[in-house]
């Protein structure tokens, strides 16, 4: 599954460190164990499934459907009860018949709703062999994604339409099917389906045959499935196109609603690149016979695509390119989103992990092999500088008290629910990357490799892959995996004094931890691959610093950095004069150390490890001509920082808001000028990038010049279609909608309502409540729990209100719960109002969101209500105890850079060029 997409602008400020006003979905606070050999499971054992024949018949007008089940099982000891999961379904008949032919007896069913179960029982023993249990039995189709669900959207000439489709993971199979509905219990799916005759029916497998119904309907008979979890089945039904071509035997496909296929363009074409890749680097070749992607309008806030086996689903927003509006940044999160989902065709789908305390082995390996592939096959768009903004998301997480372990002990449906985060992504991908540089990139393929073939249709723990890779390498891996994946936290390396012999130069290393909100915190160990290089010097050294000591010696003599290409995970801690010689360097290091060595200032300076204004010594050593991604993530940096200053700002003194303002506009508008609104023929894609940032950023700074040529390209449109380029269209709105009086808010608001392109019509009204106006927002939280968005866009735009007024936010989400339940998938309910309220920096919050956790959830599901909490606590210990240190830097710096701070905003004016 790939996690909720966020929008460029909070994509790229989110990776930007921890000066960030809020942060995407916190996580569950659980101490770890490694997963036992005796897998969890909420059923009880000796009864194993081993193919299921399904017939559906799905009723889209009245949101319900019928259904006959056929399910071959082994009964390995006698027993008077069957129970499976079953969630929201009404059995009306069941029964139970040997396999090889004889008398079919009837069970008795119960259903018990809290521990999604059904219960079926014999009035005589079952004996142990193979069974037919065969049920009929109804259930609903949901407005959320989970389980069977619907989506509406306007369809061709205004009518509205409604399509199908199906999510099950984590454990929403059991909304369509009694099933065994855990990742170990695999088995085989031979699905047909009832549906109108004019409509596509779409599933993990080709149609094996299409039978006309006398009714207008026809019934299609999918192929049957090799061997897999309940969770990656899929079925989706609507009027559909799709377009395919042949990559090695396989038949690709995209899938898209009437009239959206030519969108769907590249990510047809970016399919098969991926696919030819991958059927090489696993040296399995994808099994099945055709793969598809199929898009869905509408959002989640658990997920953006799924990777259901040769059936991927993605949201619109993460597989269509319009050029109406989708961005350079769109375009490379479509082609990463799907790297993502193809990964798991092998790594999730044919190896799955046994239970969900793996759950990092489906993600963490995914993640990274999306990284790996978008930066190997568009080497132009430089996307393996982002590697740094995922580890710093991960690191921002693991640094505060509530963190996890990367493999951890899971129980209920909640805990898996909520064991998709940070730590399971974004750690998980940083500690292969890390792994993968200490092991070297071709011993990591053949290890992965040797682990596909060996487990090829079954399922694994992490150890499994250990013991591949350590094979592989021939190199002791497997312990070092176990500090980072075992345990919580981020290792901290002191880098001691250099010493300079006969050209070489050696650092002493000390391991200690990086705590953020725990200074005194006793250390855990880890043995920590380091690569260390002297600046300007092309060759590296490594060393494993173990037992807490080390040291490094590189080739060369002047500034070493240490982290060189920012594989490692951990945080650098220099003397002041390593430092100070690193910043004097700056310009001289490769941009990934430059955007690392940001990253670890911002984080060490928050931590008052460092003076919280180093940070800004490094954006003052960055020359104009510097990497445009490193500037992107300046730009977020000093967004980041700003938002906390707005935080202070909200009792009413706004001087230094406005003087921190002044300075960042100081700096970022020239570089606007530089790379002007208009793209240049044959930029590159970072540019795209960057200028989209800079856009984004001036306008949250206030700067006047670029907020009223923003309005006046915006104004430009309504005649000339063509006075905006479509890849800043989106950005430009952003701007207007951001600053938006409420004559323009209304103008806006038509707007939407008049747009027929559900991909643009979502983004417009999400727009709606991006506005910095605290009376529009209300509005924009009124309008949400109306019919008129959509029931899949209302959780976006509250969310969206949530990034400026988490209080407010929080506080209409509490007043309306039982609407804002409605709204948002199942998986999603008990993650969504702590995400809500994690950008605040009011002390009372903590005690609402306790409340909320003690009225609404289970004890055992409260770890993203605590990461919140840790969250806000720590936000307002930064704002209280780091924020002068800036404004002392500001004192002693700002003027010469900003030419005169404390006049009115926007002086750096960035309009018209
Ligand atoms: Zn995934």
Redesign the pocket.
């Known amino acids: 599954?790939?996690?909720k997409l966020l929008s460029a602008a909070v994509a790229l400020t989110l990776a930007a460190g921890p000066f960030v006003h809020a942060s995407a979905a916190p996580t569950r606070a659980r101490a770890g164990a490694p997963a036992s050999a005796d897998t969890t499971t909420q059923l009880p054992r000796g009864v194993i499934p081993t193919h299921y024949k399904i017939s559906l018949t799905p009723d889209a007008a009245t949101a319900s459907f019928g259904a006959h089940a056929v399910v071959s099982i082994n009964v390995s000891k006698a027993t008077n009860t069957i129970t499976l999961n079953a969630a929201d379904l009404k059995f009306s008949r069941v029964t139970l018949a040997p396999a090889a032919g004889g008398a079919e007896r009837e069970a008795l069913a119960t259903v018990d709703a809290d521990a999604q179960t059904a219960t079926f029982t014999f009035a005589q023993p079952v004996a142990p062999g193979m069974y037919r249990l065969a049920m009929d039995y109804t259930g609903v189709i949901g407005t959320q994604a989970a389980g069977l669900f619907s989506l509406d959207y306007p369809g061709a000439g205004g009518k509205q339409e409604r399509a199908l489709y199906t999510q099950f993971e984590n454990s929403d199979a059991r909304r369509m099917i009694p099933s065994w509905d855990e990742p170990a219990y695999k088995a085989s799916f031979a699905l047909d389906v009832t549906v109108p005759d004019g409509q596509m029916a779409v599933s993990n497998m080709p149609a094996a045959n299409t039978t006309p119904l006398p009714d207008g309907r026809k019934r299609v008979t999918f192929a049957t499935t090799p061997k897999m979890s309940t969770y990656l089945l899929f079925f989706a039904t609507g009027d559909f196109e799709r377009a395919a071509a042949q990559v090695d035997g396989v038949d690709v496909g995209v899938v898209t609603r009437r009239g959206a296929l030519p969108q769907a363009r590249f990510a047809l074409d970016a399919s098969q690149a991926i696919l030819r890749e991958y059927n090489d680097y696993f040296g399995v070749r994808y099994p099945l016979p055709k793969l598809d992607n199929v898009a869905g309008t509408g959002r989640s806030q658990f997920f953006s695509a799924m990777?259901n086996w040769g059936a991927i689903f993605t949201f619109e927003y993460a597989l269509l390119l319009d050029p109406a509006i989708s961005t350079q940044h769109d375009r490379q999160e479509i082609f990463a989103t799907a790297a993502?989902?193809m990964a798991?065709q092998w790594f999730?789908d044919l190896v799955t992990m046994r239970w969900w305390d793996d759950l990092w082995l489906?993600?963490g390996f995914?993640?990274w092999m999306e990284s790996r592939t978008t930066a190997r096959l568009h080497p132009e768009w430089n996307t393996q500088l982002g590697t740094v903004g995922t580890r710093e998301v991960a690191m921002r997480r693991d640094s505060v008290a509530g963190t996890h372990p990367v493999v951890q002990h899971v129980e209920t449906v909640e805990q898996a629910n909520q064991a998709f985060d940070e730590i399971t992504?974004s750690k998980g991908e940083s500690v292969i990357r890390m792994l993968e540089a200490y092991v070297g990139e071709n011993a990591w393929k053949n290890g992965v490799r040797a682990y596909m073939k060996a487990h090829a249709y079954g399922n694994t723990v992490s150890d499994d892959l250990w013991k591949q890779i350590e094979k592989a390498a021939g190199k002791p891996v497997t312990a070092i995996a176990h500090d980072f994946t075992l345990q919580p936290g981020v290792p901290l390396i002191q880098v001691g004094e250099p010493v300079c012999r006969d050209g070489n130069t050696t650092v002493p290393l000390t391991q200690a931890e990086f705590a953020r909100d725990q200074p005194g915190k006793a250390p855990l160990a880890w043995r920590v691959p380091v690569i260390a290089q002297v600046a300007g010097n092309a060759k590296q050294a490594t060393t494993l610093v173990s037992g807490g000591k080390g040291a490094v010696t590189v080739p060369g003599c002047g500034a070493v950095i240490v982290n060189a290409g920012q594989s490692g995970y951990y945080r650098t801690l220099y003397t002041s004069a390593g430092f100070a010689r690193l910043a004097q360097q700056f310009s001289a290091l490769a941009p990934i150390d430059q955007i690392g060595l940001l990253g670890d200032s911002s984080a060490l300076g928050q931590a008052g490890l460092q003076p919280a204004s180093s940070v800004l010594d490094l954006v003052q050593a960055t020359p104009a001509s510097a990497d445009p991604a490193v500037w992107t993530r300046i730009a977020a940096l000093l967004d980041g920082i700003h938002a906390r200053y707005q935080e202070q700002a909200q009792g009413g003194d706004t001087t230094r808001q406005r003087r921190f303002a002044a300075f960042a506009i100081a700096r970022l508008a020239p570089l606007m000028a530089q790379v002007g609104w208009n793209a240049r023929p044959g930029e590159a894609s970072t540019v795209a990038n960057l200028r989209e940032q800079l856009i984004v950023v001036l306008s949250d700074l206030g700067d006047a010049g670029l907020i009223a040529e923003a309005r006046r390209r915006y104004a430009a449109l309504a005649t000339d279609a063509n006075a905006v380029p479509g890849p800043l269209r989106k950005t430009v709105m952003g701007v207007v909608a951001q600053h938006a009086d409420a004559a323009m808010w209304d103008q806006l608001h038509t707007a939407a309502r008049n747009e027929t392109t559900p991909l643009v019509r979502d983004q417009r009204y999400t727009l709606l409540a991006a506005t910095q106006d605290r009376a529009l927002a209300l509005r924009a939280l009124r309008l949400a729990l109306t019919d008129e968005p959509g029931l899949t866009i209302s959780a976006e735009m509250i969310a969206e209100v949530a990034m400026r007024y988490p209080d407010m936010a929080f506080d209409f989400a509490i007043a309306n719960l039982a609407q804002i339940n409605e709204r948002v998938d199942a998986s999603s309910r008990s993650r969504y109002l702590a995400r809500l309220a994690t950008g605040s920096s009011d002390p009372a919050m903590v005690n609402k969101l306790g409340a909320y956790a003690q009225a609404n959830l289970a004890p055992t599901s409260r770890g993203d209500v605590e990461a919140a909490i840790a969250a806000i606590k720590d936000r307002i210990q930064v704002n209280a105890v780091r924020l002068p240190a800036i404004d002392a830097w500001l004192g002693e710096n700002g003027r010469q850079v900003a030419g005169g701070l404390g006049a009115a905003q926007g002086q750096g004016g960035s309009a018209s060029r």
Do not use: P
């Open positions: 599954m790939h996690r990777e993502h989902e798991h999730g489906n993600e995914a993640s992504y």
